[in-house]
Structures are given as structure tokens and as C-alpha cells.
């Protein structure tokens, strides 16, 4: 008898996850492959990325686990969560995140639930800093961050509209992806 393959899910952009170190020659790759009878993923990684990064990395391929989500800050900040395939034995590691971040973490995740992580730092306080959003526009930051970037998620919330990503960069840079373009 044959078998028909499930279907493919996500387009092929959704399937790769890019991020960049403090210089742009460092980078960590995540390709999740799927042919329609199995899925798989590669890692791959230059410069420098920190250790403690790599070795969950390669802790979580030696386990038969993917990286569903990793975020790492130039100041020695990073959170990685990993499953296996088909979803289970999930778990989560960070580290050098700030406290009340490390708090919001261990609260979500006792909910079950799903969120994003960035870190950055703001070199005016000397300060690491986080935003950590949860859900549709639900969303925990530090008190360093750059008005500019809490003045948009406030307003983003207020409407009701959802934030897809936010990455944070030193210097208080930051590049936001929400319903409002």
C-alpha cells in the first residue's frame, strides 16, 4: 500500500532562523528540513557565538532535540529552548539574562506558556536589557530599554495588534515586526 507524504508546513523562509552576533561575521543558523515523510535540522554556527550556546546546541542534538528557539546578547545574555520532533521532553536554559527576566521566564514557562526572547544593552546605564513577548501582544521589557522602543510596544498593545518579533542591539538600537508594518 502507499503512503501519502503529510503535508509541508510553513514556506521554506519560515523554516530558517538567522541570527547574527555583535559583528555580523558571527552567526548561528537553524535550518529545519522537512521532505513530507520526515523532518530534521541542521545547525551551524561562526565566531562568536557563546559557549554556553554551542554546548546546549550540541546537547540538545545529542538528545534527539530540536532548537525551537535560541537568543543570544553581546554582554554574555542567551536563552535557548529545544524538543524532540514530535514535541515532546521540551526544556528551556538561559543564563547572564537580568533577574526580573529570568523571573518573567520561569513564571511563563511554569504556564506553559510560548514566548520570544531578545536581549540587548544600553550603554548610557551600563545595563542589559530584554523584551520578552508572550502570545498575540503581551509583552515584559526592561526599564533601560530606549523610550522609543517602549513608546512603540505601548502603542502597539493599545491597538490591540500583534508584534511578531523584536530584536534588540547594543547602542539601543532595535528592529520591530508587528501588524503595522
Known amino acids: 500500500m502507499l503512503t501519502v507524504p503529510s503535508p509541508i508546513r510553513g514556506s521554506p523562509g519560515s523554516r530558517i532562523r538567522l541570527i547574527f552576533g555583535g559583528t555580523g561575521d558571527d552567526w548561528l543558523l537553524l535550518l529545519n528540513h522537512d521532505n513530507g515523510n520526515t523532518k530534521w535540522q541542521v545547525q551551524d554556527w561562526k565566531g ?6 554551542t554546548k546546549q546546541i550540541n546537547n540538545c542534538k545529542a538528545k534527539g532535540r530540536d532548537v525551537k528557539y535560541v537568543e543570544f546578547g553581546r554582554n554574555g545574555g542567551w536563552y535557548l529552548n529545544g524538543e524532540k520532533p514530535d514535541g515532546s521532553a521540551g526544556h ?6 537580568p533577574e526580573q527576566a529570568e523571573k518573567t ?3 511563563w514557562l511554569s504556564e506553559r506558556e510560548t514566548f520570544q526572547v531578545s536581549l540587548g544593552f544600553s550603554p548610557e546605564n551600563y545595563e542589559k536589557t530584554y523584551v520578552l513577548l508572550q502570545g498575540r501582544n503581551g509583552y515584559s521589557a526592561s526599564g533601560y530599554l530606549h523610550s522609543s522602543i517602549g513608546q512603540r510596544l505601548r502603542r502597539i498593545n493599545n491597538r490591540n495588534k500583534e ?5 534588540l542591539f547594543d547602542d539601543n538600537k532595535y528592529f520591530i515586526s508587528d501588524e503595522e508594518g
Open 105 to 107: 521566564i520561569k513564571q
Open 92 to 97: 528551556s536554559w538561559w543564563g547572564g539574562i
Open 48 to 53: 562568536d557565538i557563546p559557549g554556553e550556546v
Open 163 to 167: 508584534v511578531n518579533f523584536v530584536r
